[in-house]
């Protein structure tokens, strides 16, 4: 039986989903506690908030390193199908 690579892409893609849909419940409950004098849950939902922030940028980077490739076709085809600005327009 073959062995199967770890696939970087694959688990940046779900690094970026799971820190994503954390970043608003804990958004949302740092709000809630946010009127409250400093409790150990308003202290944890901040740290939680922070280290999923955290994550969701290190995973975004990490993403678009690894599919810069694709990222660069994609930026230079969008060039060519953009119209030309007219004089007119400029002005």
Not at 9 to 24: D, K, N, Q, Y
Not at 51 to 80: D, E, M, P, Q, T
């Amino acid at each position: 039986m073959k062995e199967k690579r770890f696939n970087a892409r694959a688990f940046a893609a779900l690094g970026l989903m799971f820190s994503g849909v954390g970043l608003p419940v804990s958004g949302v409950l740092n709000h809630y506690y946010a009127f409250t004098y400093m409790s150990v849950e308003r202290h944890a939902w901040m740290s939680a908030h922070n280290v999923l922030g955290s994550l969701f940028v290190l995973f975004s980077v990490w993403h678009i390193v690894l599919n810069r490739g694709a990222l660069k076709r994609h930026i230079l085809a969008a060039g060519h199908s953009l119209p030309d600005f007219t004089r007119e327009f400029i002005l």
